[in-house]
């Protein structure tokens, strides 16, 4: 969860390493801080809060060395405060640390009995003593970080630099991600590509267990064993130009909105949209061999697996099993021969889902992992790779990389279903012809926008909204109650509505706002009964459906939002436009921070 960046640079480098820090801040936005060598001393720089603080502080006391690292925080131990802020420091080395140390009691402990001092309360602290006392003890740099790492449990990425040694940057990872950028003269670390992006595109990523050794001239890798090794380099796609907001407020914002491009281009990977077939290069995996789908992920992207079911049930007649990936990697479950193991990620960095995969290819199990970041662990590590194209999503809200995903996860239902012999050439077409019309749909449903604002001024006075749906519409209900409860900080429950009269319909009366979500489909006859349940208690009804839904539904709604007609295929990417759009407005009625909502990190790094 926290972002980290380390430059060997031919300039001064506070202004680099803020600018990287600017790319990380999706990583985690509770504190932030700077170290520079001056003339070979460690002097740093931190605050509290948003990077701006500490930019505001840097434009007073500019900071002039040429080597240094950065941290952006997402707090695990000790509070966002500025003396919890990283870097953490002795009169030798400071460190800026990824990930959580497990052991860090049992360490402090040992540090405080030597007569170390603590001024924080991080597992961060530990490290810098750590290190500073394996030197104390004559080590030099290199051989304290490596004698410090095998020490260190838990899951981390660190970078250090040292007092008196202008031309050195270390670098380890254990777990969280990290990447090295080679640019004219200068060299770079960071805790993602994004980062490394206005300074180079020349990126090395590090390996698990990898400790690098830097310096302006020479990039030195040994692996875990502690064997010099050699890691590809590669030409970087991250440019610096994607962190802009474009005409937009947020980037929220500009996301929502750019689902019906991204949606069009991921589906365009998979299918060949205009003669209505999937396309032969991505039949990469054989459906037929398949015996059960393990769906795992976490948050937004754990709800598109759940979609996903439905489809992959209803087209290809495969057995899915959804879980969380924080309960599936703990709890081992047997996986037996013919399963396909799904990892769907934006990041591809997720610490559970990653754990999960790495469960799974233990187990001798095939994975597929559908990830957004190219370059992302997920993305190498699993057997098959699937790509979503959504472009880099900053707002921490995921939206356009959950419409990304539904649309890959349903093309390859599709190709599923094809190849098992269920659907026959003119299913497959007519399916294909289906999603091949949603950027049209999601242009339509991105129109809703002004009558959704309205919809949104009633309900942020609401302290507690219910969302509902049958079917598909159920995942799009929990995604609805997801989205509210992260950005407008309004508590938000969905149910399967069938599942309400089993204890939830207690919670409903006049005062309770509940949005259903029924498209004409299938269940939409079920839905309006428990709609009038729930209406017969007093609810203020927020109807989210189609044409032929509104005129089919004879009860009094406080809102009715009208989505276009479509097939049941796409409705479920579609639908989750006004999901997102009610709770970016109630947000922005409410003044909460859409792009980086409270406690809230992008990249969840930590388990
Ligand atoms: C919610 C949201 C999160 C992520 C979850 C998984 O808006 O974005 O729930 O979906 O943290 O992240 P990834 O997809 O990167 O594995």
Redesign the pocket.
């Known amino acids: 969860m926290c972002g980290i960046i380390g430059i060997l640079g031919k300039r001064p480098v506070a202004p680099l390493l803020v600018d990287g820090l600017k790319r990380l801040e999706y990583r985690g936005y509770d504190s932030a801080g700077i170290a520079t060598l001056e003339k070979g001393r460690l002097v740093r720089l931190r605050a509290g809060g948003r990077l701006a603080r500490l930019e505001e502080k840097l434009h007073n006391h500019p900071l002039y060395g040429h080597s240094g690292i950065g941290h952006t925080r997402w707090a695990t131990h000790g509070a966002p405060t500025e003396r919890n802020a990283h870097p953490h420091m002795t009169d030798k080395v400071a460190v800026v640390h990824n990930g959580i140390i497990e052991n860090f009691a049992e360490l402090r402990a040992e540090l405080a009995a030597f007569g170390y001092r603590f001024s924080s309360d991080t597992d961060t602290e530990i490290v810098a003593h750590l290190v500073t006392n394996a030197m104390e003890n004559g080590l030099a740099p290199a051989a304290a970080v490596r004698q410090t790492l095998a020490r260190l449990r838990g899951a981390f990425a660190l970078a250090f630099i040292f007092t008196g040694e202008e031309d050195l940057l270390i670098a380890a990872r254990k777990g969280p991600p990290l990447a090295i950028g080679r640019g004219e003269g200068e060299v770079y670390i960071g805790s993602d590509a994004i980062a490394l992006a206005p300074f180079t595109n020349r990126v090395t990523y590090m390996e698990d267990g990898d400790c690098a050794v830097l310096s302006r001239s020479h990039i030195i890798i040994y692996d875990e064993a502690g064997k010099e090794v050699a890691r590809a380099e590669t030409v970087s796609t991250g440019s610096s130009f994607l962190v802009s907001k474009g005409n937009h407020r947020h980037f929220m914002q500009k996301e929502m909105f750019e689902q019906p491009e991204i949606v069009s281009h991921s589906l365009a990977h998979y299918l060949d949209l205009g003669g209505k077939t999937v396309k032969k290069a991505e039949q990469v995996i054989d459906w037929r061999r398949v015996e059960r789908l393990s769906c795992t992920?976490?948050?937004?992207?754990y709800y598109a697996t759940l979609v996903a079911k439905y489809w992959f049930e209803n087209l290809a007649r495969l057995p899915v099993e959804n879980d969380f990936a924080s309960e599936f990697r703990y709890r081992e479950p047997p996986l037996p021969a013919g399963t396909l193991s799904l990892f769907?990620?934006?990041?591809?960095?997720?610490a559970d889902?990653l754990a999960s995969l790495r469960y799974c290819r233990a187990q001798g199990v095939k994975t597929a992992a559908l990830v957004n970041v190219a370059e992302s662990t997920m993305a190498r590590e699993a057997d098959i790779f699937l790509p979503t194209l959504a472009g880099v999503e900053i707002g921490?809200?995921?939206t356009k990389?959950f419409t990304a995903q539904l649309s890959v996860l349903a093309a390859l239902a599709i190709e599923a279903g094809r190849q098992r012999g269920l659907l026959d050439k003119k299913q497959e077409s007519a399916l294909i012809g289906a999603l091949a019309e949603l950027p049209r749909y999601l242009n339509e449903a991105l129109k809703l926008e002004k009558q959704i604002k309205a919809v949104c001024h009633d309900l942020m006075a609401a302290k507690h909204v219910l969302y509902l749906g049958r079917g598909t519409a159920w995942p799009l209900a929990l995604e609805g109650a997801?989205?509210l409860k992260?950005l407008s900080y309004i508590h938000a429950e969905a149910y399967a509505a069938g599942e309400l009269k089993h204890g939830p319909i207690a919670l409903v009366d006049e005062t309770m706002p509940v949005i259903v979500i029924a498209p004409h489909d299938r269940w939409f006859e079920k839905t309006v009964s428990n709609m009038q349940e729930v209406a017969a208690r007093g609810a203020r009804l927020i109807l989210i459906t189609d044409k032929k839904g509104a005129a089919a539904c004879s009860l009094k709604t406080q809102a009715t939002v009208i989505m276009p007609d479509q097939p049941e295929i796409a409705a479920p990417i579609a639908y989750a436009v006004p999901m997102q759009l009610i709770a970016y407005h109630t947000a922005l009625w409410l003044g909460t921070d859409v792009d980086q909502p409270r406690n809230l990190a992008?990249?969840?790094t930590v388990e």
């Open positions: 992920a976490c948050g937004t992207a769907v990620s934006q990041s591809g960095e997720t889902t921490v809200a995921s990389a997801l989205k992260e992008k990249s969840v």
